[in-house]
């Protein structure tokens, strides 16, 4: 991390839940919760409770400095909903296999 960049990585215990339109396209009860300086909380959701089967993958890839270089999945109608590190650097190496939204329910 450069200097004044700070990421924190902890498991949380919140409840959290993706829905966009009908379908429910993710829910869990142990999301990491990742804080980075200058934006918003995330919670990156383990692979095994997103619904893979409604996303595709998309061609977008972002790369972050700190975190590595992102990949993303899209539904019909919202292009590049969710995203996730598959090789991401190791200051940050929890969030592998892990995905993001941009928008969830926390409860």
Not at 50 to 75: E, I, N, Q
Request: net charge negative; aromatic share 10%.
């Amino acid at each position: 991390m450069t200097e004044g960049h700070v990421i924190t990585i902890e498991q949380g215990t919140q409840h959290i839940r993706v829905v966009h339109g009908d379908h429910v396209l993710a829910e869990t009860d142990r999301p990491l919760v990742l804080r980075e300086t200058g934006c918003p909380v995330r919670y990156y959701l383990p692979e095994a409770d997103v619904r893979m089967d409604l996303l595709t993958p998309s061609d977008t890839h972002t790369y972050c400095p700190f975190k590595g270089t992102a990949s993303y999945w899209s539904l019909p109608d919202a292009p590049d909903l969710v995203w996730s590190y598959p090789d991401p650097k190791p200051d940050v190496a929890a969030i592998r296999n892990h995905l993001c939204f941009y928008t969830v329910e926390v409860s």
